[in-house]
Structures are given as C-alpha cells and as structure tokens.
C-alpha cells in the first residue's frame, strides 16, 4: 500500500516508492529503495524533496513496524559494489528474465581487458566507421526490399559487444558527442550499443546481450518502406503524417520475418519498441508483461537516444536531463529497467553537462565505477565571467566533495557560442590528454 508523507517524516526501514519533484533537484539516482542508511536519510531530509511515497507492504510504515517487522534490510546499491541486495532478490522474483549481476561485468572478466574511455575511444570511431559503412549498404537493401542475412549485420554486433566489454561508456559516450547523429542507421547503431551495454548491465546470457544489440540495430529497419522521407521533415508531423510513420514498426517486422534469418525475439523489437508499460503506446496497444523483455529495454534505449540527438526539427537535449525527462514519464517504461539503465549509462552519463560548486560548467567525460555521482569531468566555462576557459581535468571522486556537481545544466542557456564543437573538442582533447 503508497502513503504519502512529508519528507521531515520520514524514518529508517521505509521503502521510498517515489519521490515528489524534478529527478534532477534531489540527490538520489534511484526512486526506489529501502531506506536503512543514516547518512541517505540525512541527505532526503536536506534535499528539495518536500513529499515522498513509501510502500509499506515492503517497509516500515509512520512510527510503527511495517513489512521489516523494524528490523533493518541491505541498502539498495549499484551492483558495481557487490553483491545483490534483498530488494534485488525480491525483483529477480518478480522478474526472473532481470537478473542483477554481483559483478559489472556478467561474462568472464578475464576475456577482455578493462580500457578507460581515453583508451577504448579510438577503438570506438573505428567500430563507429567500419559499422557506418556496413548499415548504410544494409539499410539500402531493405530500402529496396531485399532481405536481410543475419551473417551481413553479426559483424557489427561483434564489434559493438567487443568495445563495450572493453569499456562500457565509450562507444556510448562517443555516440552523444558526435555532431553527425542524424541518420537512421547511426540511430539504430547508437540503440544497438545502449542495448548490448544494458543487457550486460542486467546479466543476460551472452548470446542474448547480443541478440539484444541486434534488436536495436534492425528495430526501425520499417522506416525504409514508408511513402514518406521522415528525414526532410523540419516540423512536428501531421496527423496524417504520424499514423504513416507508425506503420514503420509493423512494416518492419514483416520485412525481417519474411527473411527468415533473423530470430524472432528480435523481429518481435520492431513491433514492440513503441508500447508502453501503461498501454498508451502503438502498433497493439499492450501492457507490462505482455511486452517482450527486449521490447521494454528497446523502448527505453530508443527514447533515450531520440532525445539525446539531434533532430531535423528540434536540437538534442543533455544526456542528464533525458534521464529525468524519463523519470517522470510515469508508467511508461517498466522501472526495474529504467532503473538498471540508468546504472549502465550513468548517473550523469558521458556528454552530460554539469555545473559545479566552483561557478563553473563541465562535461562529463569518464565515469567512476565506485560512485557514479562523482565522475570525471572537464570545466570548460566560467558561470560569472561568462567565457569560456581552458579545459581543467577535475576527477571528482578524488576531491572528497571539496568540488562537487551541484546539478545538471544546460549550456544553450549560456548562449555559448558554437558549443556543439565546443563540447566535441573538450572531449577529445580529454580523451587524448589521458591516453
């Protein structure tokens, strides 16, 4: 059962279930969790949050024992940490296709070396390159309604699967840095990496991580049989307009099925990667479980990566501020998912902007795996002074919170000058300096 209470109320061994406000005014990456740290309640009790849900059929209730008879429960972490907490237990239950792994990476560690972002980068364009080719010819074909062979895309996948094994972040962080985003196959491309990291993430089987990428590479593969070029559309669509590009995704699935090569868990993306956890979603309107597993990840890495790249009518949005816009779609994607996403990603993922307790904005350009709220970051703008200034390498996690992320920002309402190229060379610069 929800019950609402004033955050000042708030006590140890209470489930939060939601908490009121914008995701990025309050400390926590999470929405769910069981309280049962001192330190967490202190920081809810000083944050912005003024009301929270608790759940009291899996925690305490107001001044009295609740579903933890009083007694204290593991505190939900980033499985980076460790190992599975109670909460994870009770989920995996629930949802035993989601299973959070006790280590970050789920396959053999020893398989491929660990690269930082500055490192695994170079690797990324490569793959970036190699990859635009292939799906450019691909997208082609089935443009022209010849099928498609599994054998013409693995080789993407393998490399896809290869970097993020390397590094989760890179290829994904060099996918929000990159001016050129536009087209549908770096779409499918950039959903593809977001995937595979996600089902890594989660501790799918390796095959299925990668069946998982596949799903995100071919999903819009539909989009190439509509009568219409959505690409040369400057505006929100008509209403006419949208009910045709909505057939993409049963157009879609019938082109791969037709093939007879690609599996069916990965067809069945097409159809799938705009419903809804709620059930306001297209072509079938379904809800929840209904929905394939690959269908709610595909719906929240497609969303995720539409918002976060340009658009021939409207510009993309910071990495940080998508996943709040994202948080507060309530009901539409399936939480456990989000939740996991998130930690895939990062709190504050690479490409995100940041302003600083020094006055500053930085971009985000590496993560800490011990603490994704504390990245690594280049200052790069002085809020004051109102100019931009040489690059400073900040590793936040080594301040000890004298320098800290105060929030998410925006840069545009800096009116910086040229700053997609400006974020682009901070972060290449960043990534050559730590080679």
């Given at each position: 059962?929800?019950?609402?209470?004033?955050?000042?109320?708030?006590?140890?061994?209470?489930?939060?279930?939601?908490?009121e406000g914008n995701w990025l005014k309050h400390p926590f990456w999470r929405t769910k969790f069981l309280l049962t740290d001192a330190e967490t309640l202190a920081d809810l009790r000083n944050s912005e949050v003024e009301g929270v849900l608790i759940d009291v059929s899996q925690g305490d209730d107001v001044g009295g024992k609740g579903a933890s008879g009083g007694r204290q429960r593991p505190l939900v972490v980033p499985s980076s940490t460790g190992g599975a907490s109670a909460l994870d237990r009770a989920r995996a239950e629930r949802h035993p296709e989601v299973v959070r792994p006790t280590n970050v990476v789920p396959f053999d560690p020893r398989s491929t070396a660990q690269l930082s972002v500055a490192r695994e980068i170079g690797h990324a364009k490569a793959v970036v390159a190699r990859a635009s080719r292939v799906l450019a010819g691909v997208f082609e074909q089935a443009r022209l309604g010849k099928a498609i062979s599994r054998g013409q895309v693995e080789p993407v996948i393998e490399d896809l699967f290869a970097s993020i094994q390397r590094n989760p972040h890179a290829f994904n962080g060099l996918m929000r840095i990159r001016r050129e985003n536009t087209s549908l196959y770096a779409h499918g491309l950039a959903v593809s990496a977001l995937m595979i990291a996600l089902g890594r993430q989660m501790g799918l089987p390796e095959q299925r991580v990668k069946d998982a990428?596949?799903?995100?590479?071919l999903m819009d593969v539909g989009m190439g049989h509509l009568p219409i070029d959505v690409s040369n559309i400057l505006e929100d669509l008509s209403d006419k307009e949208r009910?045709?590009?909505?057939?993409h995704t049963t157009l879609g699935h019938e082109f791969l099925t037709m093939g007879g090569e690609i599996p069916e868990e990965v067809t069945q993306v097409c159809l799938e990667h705009h419903e809804r956890y709620d059930g306001t979603g297209y072509p079938r309107g379904i809800a929840g479980e209904e929905i394939g597993?690959?269908?709610r990840m595909a719906a929240i890495c497609d969303v995720y990566d539409s918002m976060t790249s340009d658009r021939p009518h409207r510009p993309r949005i910071d990495p940080n501020a998508a996943l709040g816009l994202m948080r507060g779609m309530e009901g539409e994607f399936d939480d456990d998912i989000l939740d996991q996403f998130i930690e895939s990603v990062g709190v504050y993922p690479i490409g995100s902007v940041v302003r600083l307790t020094t006055g500053r904005l930085a971009l985000v350009v590496d993560q800490n795996v011990d603490d994704y709220t504390r990245p690594r970051v280049w200052s790069f703008y002085d809020i004051t002074a109102r100019r931009v200034i040489k690059p400073e390498d900040l590793n936040l996690r080594m301040y000890g919170g004298r320098v800290d992320i105060v929030c998410s920002d925006d840069a545009a309402g800096y009116a910086i000058e040229n700053f997609p190229a400006i974020r682009e060379m901070v972060f290449n610069s960043a990534c050559k300096a730590l080679q």
């Open positions: 059962m929800l019950k609402r209470i004033d955050a000042a109320d708030v006590q140890l061994g209470m489930f939060i279930h939601k908490l990428g596949l799903a995100g590479l009910e045709i590009v909505q057939t597993l690959f269908g």
